[in-house]
């Protein structure tokens, strides 16, 4: 199935606001599409970073905001994890 662009934006902000697995959910997306939708936004992110006035990114800037990328997308999967247990222990 093909999907706009809009409803991709829209899927990728409603998972960094309640969590890919409740997005897939309400949605009725299966939670690779989703994951991967959220790294291939990640990416054009970190390949294509905005400039600031007339001066672009240092090299330095665009490692840390790669890294920043990183970090949140492993943050995200540790949240995630960690919602899986908390769930599985209460059944």
Known sequence: MK???EFKEQA???SD????????SQLGLLY?????WRKSC???RITAPKETGNESLTDREKKLIK?????REANDILKEAFR????????
């Open 42 to 44: 990640n990416r054009k």
């Open 67 to 71: 890294e920043n990328a990183e970090l």
């Open 17 to 24: 606001e309640i969590g890919i697995e409740q997005a897939c």
């Open 32 to 36: 690779g599409t989703l994951a991967e």
């Open 12 to 14: 990728i902000k409603l």
């Open 3 to 5: 999907y706009s662009k």
């Open 84 to 91: 899986f247990f908390v769930n599985d222990r209460k059944k």
